[in-house]
């Protein structure tokens, strides 16, 4: 064959670095992702130094490793049993663990045991936490802190390893008390259907976990398990029975003397007006409900307002102020009402502020307002309630009677009514209800109590057949009616000064109770007791208590204290807010 037939083909080799390192491209992802997460779990240092130091974190072998704040008997949280006021029952029982750890051979001379756990409950704001923190600070002994959450984790099995982890860290320590803040994020009643995999097995499995670590077959020994939480009565059974919690501390809100010993706490840090530094038990008395994070709020809320007027001191007309911000929200001037708007909510404020002053067992007036506040409100009027224990069939009438005088004041004087009273006439419904359903105050129900529908709901299903259903609903209307027939007799006769009072509400916007003093006059059933009056009153009820103890044949009374009304939203209980808005 010719050459001219041949093709001439050239054969050459050549590599690509760019293009071996695209072939290369996946794995140099993976090991790049992996580089990353092992330096910022501070793994690389863990695996080559022995585990990183104090602030070295977590590596993800190690994940399943409790990292509890470790308070050493020789470290102070700055706070201790002097800084938490208004806990004084609950002082004395946490103390008394304390006491157990610091000296436990008294103790165990007389045959006693070490309880082992203190399950603190109480509404947010209460002190639980601060309790925590003072007996960290107070106690000889290690203090180990984690959190609920703390044991949650995406990966299977990491919660119970945490658990068992963090009491074999306790076990070298012992003596010493475990903090577990808000418990009841892995204390949750176990389900009964059967688990569907998932989160919630991951979760009941720490709850076993934690449940067999604090009274399983191998005991704990010296270590107290401390826990907080505001929802106990999701608590699983197991978790809240002796031998695990022995004992259930509750913190309620505190009473007139826990606050005025709450705010003698807080004061000292301001820089007080002279006018102001004896009157602690006085705001203890204008703050019925306020909770101790409440009050704290309170003091810091007066000295920034202070602040704002560049005021020299804090002055009571700042703390006036502050409760209004933290009862009813921010003031919001500008939500511009039209002139007959603001007539209509004046009256509608005058009604509920007459009422209230001529019935016997309303609480007296503090302050009534048309300035408009927080989410919607548009006028509220501030009562102080007395802080009983016990309510009559008349006081709670006479509630609703001045729950009642704002929409019948708009009826007097306008002759038509707004949606302005849709959160009065809730309470109203409530208590009414409560009257017939709760308290056995209707005479065709009878001295029965039935347990109350869930989140308040009125329509959802009833624990009664409907023949009882239909009187139910006639006596509590019936109720209501016979309330409203009285109150608007007693504003029909009162009418003039009810205008007057709006007119003046009107002009100012803001009226305090010496404002009200002036137009009608002195409240004929005497004004709110002072603070000496009510702490007396409670120490004599206390010492009768005592006494009826002492006589064995003495029947023990229930309390049947009823909800008070409170404000939109919860915000504070027992003080009486009315709102006026759509």
């Known amino acids: 064959m010719a050459p001219r037939d041949y093709l001439p083909v050239t054969y050459d080799s050549e590599t690509s670095f760019g293009g071996e390192l695209l072939k290369l491209g996946p794995t140099l992802l993976l090991i790049a992702f992996w580089v990353a997460m092992m330096s910022r779990s501070g793994g690389i240092g863990g695996m080559m130094g022995g585990g990183g130091g104090a602030g070295g974190g977590r590596n993800i072998f190690s994940v399943g490793k409790s990292k509890p704040t470790v308070i050493t008997k020789e470290a102070k949280t700055g706070v201790t049993f002097k800084d938490v006021a208004g806990l004084a029952e609950a002082k004395v029982e946490v103390m008394e663990l304390v006491d157990?750890?610091?000296?436990?051979?008294?103790?165990?001379?007389?045959?006693?045991?070490i309880p082992k756990g203190a399950l603190l409950t109480g509404p947010p704001g209460t002190g639980k936490t601060l309790l925590a923190k003072a007996t960290a600070g107070e106690a000889d002994v290690p203090f180990l802190s984690v959190s609920g959450s703390d044991f949650i984790e995406m990966f299977v099995g990491v919660g119970p390893s945490r658990v068992r982890d963090l009491f074999a860290q306790a076990k070298t320590m012992q003596p010493c008390i475990i903090w577990i803040d808000e418990i009841d994020a892995i204390g949750k009643?176990?389900?009964?259907?059967?688990?569907?995999?998932?989160?919630?097995?991951?979760?009941?499995?720490?709850?076993?976990?934690?449940?067999?670590?604090?009274?399983?077959?191998?005991?704990?020994?010296q270590i107290v398990i401390m826990a907080g939480t505001n929802r106990p009565d999701t608590l699983d059974s197991a978790l809240l029975r002796p031998g695990r919690f022995d004992r259930s501390i509750e913190i309620t809100n505190p009473d007139i003397g826990g606050r005025a010993e709450i705010f003698r706490v807080h004061l000292p840090s301001l820089k007080l007006a002279d006018e102001v530094k004896p009157l602690s038990e006085e705001l203890a008395a204008l703050s019925p409900g306020f909770s101790g994070a409440q009050i704290a709020n309170?003091?810091?809320?007066?000295?920034?307002?202070?602040?704002?007027?560049?005021?020299?001191?804090?002055?009571?007309?700042?703390?006036?102020?502050?409760?209004?911000?933290?009862?009813?929200?921010?003031?919001?001037?500008?939500?511009?009402?039209?002139?007959?708007?603001?007539?209509r909510v004046a009256h509608h404020e005058a009604g509920h502020a007459v009422v209230g002053?001529?019935?016997?067992?309303a609480s007296p007036l503090l302050k009534v307002s048309i300035v408009p506040r927080g989410m919607g409100a548009l006028g509220y009027a501030q009562y102080v309630p007395k802080e009983r224990k016990l309510h009559t069939k008349d006081q709670m009438v006479d509630q609703l009677c001045m729950m009642l005088g704002?929409?019948?004041?708009?009826?007097?004087?306008?002759?038509?009514?707004?949606?302005?009273?849709?959160?009065?006439?809730?309470?109203?419904?409530?208590?009414?209800?409560?009257l017939v359903t709760v308290y056995g105050m209707s005479d065709k129900i009878g001295h029965l109590s039935f347990p109350q529908p869930q989140d308040g709901q009125i329509n959802s299903s009833r624990p009664y057949s409907e023949e009882i259903a239909s009187i139910v609903d006639e006596e509590a209307r019936e109720i209501v009616v016979r309330a409203y027939d009285r109150t608007m007799e007693l504003l029909l006769e009162k009418k003039e000064l009810a205008a007057a009072l709006a007119q003046r509400l009107i002009e100012k916007e803001v009226l305090l109770r010496e404002d009200v003093i002036e137009i009608l006059g002195d409240r004929p059933w005497g004004d709110a007791m002072s603070y000496r009056e009510i702490v007396d009153g409670m120490a004599k009820g206390y010492e009768e208590q005592d006494v009826a103890e002492e006589e064995p044949e003495a029947e023990a009374e229930i309390d049947i204290t009823p909800e008070a009304p409170s404000a939109p939203g919860g915000a504070v209980p027992g003080v009486a807010f009315k709102e006026t808005s759509s």
């Not at 009964?192 to 919630?200: C, F, K, R, T, Y």
């Not at 019948?408 to 209800?433: H, P």
Request: aromatic share 8%; charged share 30%.
């Open 298 to 343: 309170v003091v810091n809320e007066a000295a920034l307002r202070a602040a704002r007027r560049d005021g020299d001191s804090v002055e009571m007309q700042d703390f006036h102020q502050a409760m209004d911000r933290v009862i009813a929200g921010l003031e919001q001037r500008s939500k511009a009402l039209s002139p007959a708007e603001k007539q």
């Open 100 to 113: 157990f750890l610091k000296n436990p051979k008294r103790y165990k001379d007389l045959g006693a045991k």
């Open 189 to 221: 009643k176990r389900s009964s259907g059967g688990g569907m995999g998932g989160g919630n097995d991951e979760r009941e499995n720490t709850l076993n976990q934690l449940l067999v670590e604090m009274d399983g077959f191998s005991t704990s020994g």
């Open 406 to 434: 704002g929409r019948i004041a708009e009826k007097v004087f306008f002759d038509n009514v707004s949606t302005g009273a849709q959160d009065d006439l809730q309470k109203v419904t409530r208590i009414a209800y409560g």
């Open 357 to 361: 002053w001529f019935l016997e067992h």
